[in-house]
């Protein structure tokens, strides 16, 4: 046997074998012999480089290279699902159905909640994976995908379409959140939400090693192409599983809305038992002669439909509450729970939100409490089973001193929160001002995770975020779990965050409501830290973004002599107050915003962004009258079209775009020329999907 059809003798076994271990559930041989072949093949192309196929089994641990996500049209728009929570709306579906095309044939199955991914196959192997984006072009994380080991990246059998799109959803099982949820929080880092935000985070993630590690899975359920076996979507899924991919084997063929009820009712009940995430049932059309005549709206089928379920609750026992105070001083009551499961994790915590939500409610230590999962990470106490209070339960009085420093608390007009005014004395408030500062975001200093923060308050070494500058790496070589090399680290990367710019070190200081955004903007506008000190509340609202309300906590965060000492401090030590003045490569778009849409041939979007910046132009979000120039690719949606031409927006082409930009170089500096051709803005394609 040559080497290389030993290549493709390896290759071909174990994606039979991966496949019966990541799709079938039933492996066939040992993990060891798995890992054996592997290496074998993996020694066998760093050999043959010859032999490389991005399709490889190898490939599937991914790389560290980081990659910028193309943005990919999707041939086929990517729908949304009409969806809806009662049942009689679902049958009023049934009878519009029914009474377009006559009685037919549904396939109702789960509704899987992840993220949305388009899978293309060129004769039977996977070339591109695209999210869903805004429906008419999205993220090509092919590489990333390819990691996941339940999507195949060479398919089985010869009746494939030699060219198709398959769809479906990217999840994140319980057991890999909850494996990685573990992970963050002992590293420190922030948690993910929910299943369905850790599966998007993680393939937007820039190294697809990582992605690799994150056991993703993915199940698919729409087929999409010219030459598709069959004409109904029942026996397109079923061929497909031949293929190689995971097809739910949750879906049935009903005939009738007492079929699809009984499914309905089933899985709401089942669904609790399934190891990822579900939030409803999709009722669809089966045959594609059907889904024609149905049609589809510019957002969703018309031949389909979601059924959500109502969010899980859980009933269990409220056993005490704790008190939590934030960085900004904030009180969160939080509270301990007989450990209960909801929506496929242990649930132990709940959040209160406030002593107008415990009164309201009429909360009570000792109560049976119904718990339910929002978006966010913790749980919230939804209400009270009155009907279990037993009989000596008193009325929950709210503490009036902070739990950690014993400061009488504070509530401020309009705010439903209690705080601890004691901001320079109250230990998680310095704590978790010096977090805040040294996160990725703010002055990115690594190496000092919580943990060492925690460490250096306890041992004396820092009292407040200046004390971080005078630190030795000697005073923290000797601290337990640091050695000589990590104190270096630190220190260099203390060192390093004296360049962070200006906006990021407004961030950093951590001045209650200036987030990341807010701080951007005030660097933009007063250029240096002593115009924002000295700025009125009236001037500060004069920036993008501020209100009053963030004007008067900017101005009392100026106003406190704890924080001016600190910013005395950190000047000393050199970090950056001032705005570094951007050099223009021209004026050219002075005064001028633009709104960025589609699809483009030449540029990515933010090369776009960054060209608009760089010639001293600025960029907006979304369609207004304050937008000068609508920028439009292909595939951009019709009503963003129709609202520039209605504000009176022009539209301009990337052709035109950069017709300007060369003007611009030629003769500097230069008006910008009005475009003449508004026309040439691609229209959005027509596609079909069926
Ligand atoms: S079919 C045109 N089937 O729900 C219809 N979608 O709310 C295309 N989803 O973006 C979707 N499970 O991400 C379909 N069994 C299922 C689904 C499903 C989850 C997601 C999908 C879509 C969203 C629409």
Partial sequence: ????EKIE?????????NHRYYVDNAPEIADYEFDAMMRELQELEAAHPEFDDPNSPTKRVGSDLTTEFKTVAHRFPMLSLGNTYSLDELHEFI??????VGETEYVCELKFDGTAISLTYENGALVRAVTRGDGTSGDDVTNNVRTIRSVPLVLSGDDYPP?????????????????????????????????????AGTLKQQSSAVVARRGLDCTLYQLAGDSLPFA??????????EWGFKVSEHIRICRSAAEIDDFIAYWNDERKRLPFPTDGVVIKVNRYSDQRALGSTAKAPRWAVAYKFKAEQALTRLLSVDFQVGRTGAVTPVANLEPVLLAGTVVKRATLHNADQIALLDIRIGDSVYVEKGGEIIPKITGVELSERPADSREFEYIDV??????????????????????????PQILGRIIHFIKRKAMDIDGLGEE????????????????????????????????DKSAENIIQSIERSKQVPFRRVLFALGIRFVGETTAKYLAAHFRTLDAVMSASCEELTETEEVG??????IAEYFADEDNLRIINRLRRAGLQFEEEERTLESALFEGKSFVISGVFSYHTRDELKELIEAHGGRNLAAVSANADYLLAGRNMGPAKLQKAQKLGVRIISEEEFVSMLEGAEESQPAAVEEPQNTESAEMPSQGKLF
């Fill in 548 to 553: 009053g309300k963030i004007a008067e906590a």
């Fill in 232 to 241: 109904s979507h029942w026996e397109n899924m079923n061929k497909a599983r």
């Fill in 163 to 199: 060219l198709f799109e398959i769809r479906g959803e990217i999840l994140m099982p319980y057991a890999s959140f909850d494996k990685i949820n573990a992970e963050r929080e002992a590293a420190g880092e922030p948690l993910f939400a929910n299943p369905r935000n850790a599966a």
């Fill in 1 to 4: 046997m040559t080497a290389g």
């Fill in 402 to 427: 902070c739990p950690e420093c014993g400061t009488p608390l504070v509530r401020f007009e309009g705010e439903s929160k209690h705080y601890c005014p004691n901001q320079s004395g109250c230990r």
């Fill in 452 to 483: 060492t923060v925690e460490l250096l308050f306890e041992s004396g070494l820092i009292h407040d975020l200046s004390d971080l500058y005078d630190l030795q790496a000697s005073q923290l070589a000797v601290l337990p779990r640091l050695g």
């Fill in 95 to 100: 009878s519009r159905v029914e009474k377009e």
């Fill in 9 to 17: 003798q390896l290759r071909r076994e174990l994606n039979y074998h």
